[in-house]
């Protein structure tokens, strides 16, 4: 088993990239982390997929990974670093092998890795796919946020048809007869990028107004 050194890690349920980092985030500083070469379409299922590790992966990094703290170092049960000498993501996995969150590392950090990755070999990992998850590779950490914001706010006032239809009037310029709801859901997932900071600034002030 090979390992990476010294490195921090941001785990989160989606990929973000160093610079939507947030200074809340809980960073971990690590001291070992186990580390292998994959070919792309298997990084790519890792990231992009719900998927379970097998469990011969799992007892070989048990425990592998070591955390610096203030005063002595802990660890980490199931967790790996993974590169198809391109980027670098590492993953947390609960005791079954479901992979649950992600990190990238630090821009110079990455750039180590992917050139100690050159003198090594790829390997298979194996693993089960369970299902695809949610595509929203395109929207920033921060869209995110704001998505599920709106969602949120939408569920309170899911009983409030007049608030409903006044936010509708003042977001789309129109009038629904009926499903107002609905269809605004139906506009947010059709034209987010055009109408998702209007929703959210109308939403905020009707939160302010609560």
Known sequence: MNYIYDIFLNYNSLVYEMFEWNKEDKIFHIRKIPF???????LYNLINKKIIVNSNFLTKIYRKTEVFNKKDTYYLDYCFLATDKNEVVAFKMDKNGLIKEYSKLLVEEEIEVLNYSDSLSPQIIEYNIISDKKQMYFRTRNENKIK????????????????????????????????????????????????????????????VKR
Request: a negative charge; glycine letters at 2%; one cysteine or more.
């Open 36 to 42: 292998i070469v994959i070919n792309s379409f298997d």
């Open 148 to 207: 599920k914001f709106i969602y949120k706010e939408l569920k309170l006032i899911q009983n409030d048809p007049d608030k409903i239809n006044f936010l509708y009037l003042e977001c789309f310029g129109k009038t629904e007869n009926q499903n107002t709801l609905n269809m605004f859901y139906h506009q947010l997932e059709k034209n987010w990028e055009e109408i998702y900071i209007k929703v959210y600034n109308f939403l905020k002030m009707i939160t």
